[in-house]
């Protein structure tokens, strides 16, 4: 038994794509050389231009108050965001 025919068996996968397709927000692409794989890319950009931003105004930065809408689009970029950081881009995790 090969290892991926166990893993599958285990861990039963729906669809199987190959070279370049789109995976939970990300863009996969395998770059060949000779018929062998020298490269895999990995981007999120589409799904990072797809995160809503939540415009603030500077004059109400002070004085703007959580509602239940705003605190639902706030948590909605605040899980983009993170999922970004985790898969793609630990580096904005940290202040520059």
Do not use: C
Not at 39 to 60: A, F, H, N, R, S
């Amino acid at each position: 038994m090969t290892v991926m025919k166990g893993f599958e068996e285990v861990f039963p996968v729906g669809a199987k794509h190959k070279d370049n397709f789109i995976y939970l927000g990300m863009k996969l692409e395998t770059k060949y050389v000779n018929n062998k794989i020298v490269e895999i890319i990995d981007d999120q950009i589409d799904y990072i231009e797809g995160l809503d931003p939540i415009p603030v105004l500077k004059t109400e930065k002070d004085t703007l108050k959580m509602n239940d809408e705003l605190h639902s689009e706030y948590r909605t970029l605040v899980g983009g965001l993170s999922w970004v950081i985790t898969q793609s881009r630990p580096d904005l995790a940290f202040d520059v």
